[in-house]
C-alpha cells in the first residue's frame, strides 16, 4: 500500500519485524519484548522486560509490562500496562496502566514508533528526577 509517496507496511508485517529485532536483544540488554503466545495469528499480546537504570531506586529490578496491539496497531499505541508493582508518573496506581493522556510517547504516537521505543522511553522515564527516588512496592509484587 503506498500513501503519500511512501510505502505503508502491513500490520502484520510490522509486528513479524518488531518480533525479530525483540527476539535478537536490544541495545545493552536492559530492554526486551516478545509474543506472550507464539500461536496467536494476530500478534496481540506482548510482553515486554526493562531492567532498572543505574543510580535510582529502580537499579537491577526487573519489570514485566504487558503491550497489547489491537488491530489497529501501528496506526494508534499499544495499550501498556505493568505487571510489575511500580511507582510512578503516568503509571495508575492501583491498575498498572501506562496513562496515554501524559506518557508522551504514547500522546504524539506515530506510526512509525514501536514497542521497543515504548520499553526504552518508559526506562528513561525511571531515570527522571520525577521517578528515581520514589518509594517503591516490595520487589516481586504484581498487578
Not at 49 to 76: A, Q
Not at 114 to 119: A, G, P, S
Request: proline letters at 8%.
Amino acid at each position: 500500500m503506498i500513501t503519500g509517496g511512501s510505502v505503508v507496511v502491513p500490520r502484520n508485517f510490522r509486528l513479524l519485524e518488531e518480533l525479530e529485532r525483540g527476539e535478537k536483544g536490544i541495545g545493552d540488554g536492559t530492554v526486551s519484548y516478545g509474543m506472550d503466545d507464539g500461536d496467536d495469528v494476530f500478534m496481540r499480546s506482548w510482553t515486554g522486560t526493562i531492567i532498572g537504570p543505574s543510580h535510582s531506586v529502580h537499579e537491577g529490578r526487573i519489570y514485566t509490562l504487558k503491550l497489547f496491539c489491537d488491530k489497529d496497531y501501528p496506526d494508534k499505541p499499544p495499550t501498556v500496562r505493568f505487571h510489575s508493582r511500580i511507582n510512578m508518573t503516568h503509571v495508575n496506581s492501583e491498575t498498572g496502566l501506562v496513562d496515554p493522556r501524559y506518557f508522551p510517547l504514547l500522546a504524539n504516537w506515530r506510526r512509525n514508533h514501536t514497542m521497543e521505543d515504548i520499553l526504552v522511553e518508559l526506562k528513561k522515564q525511571m531515570a527522571n528526577p520525577a521517578n528515581r527516588k520514589l518509594p517503591q512496592p516490595p520487589e516481586g509484587s504484581t498487578f
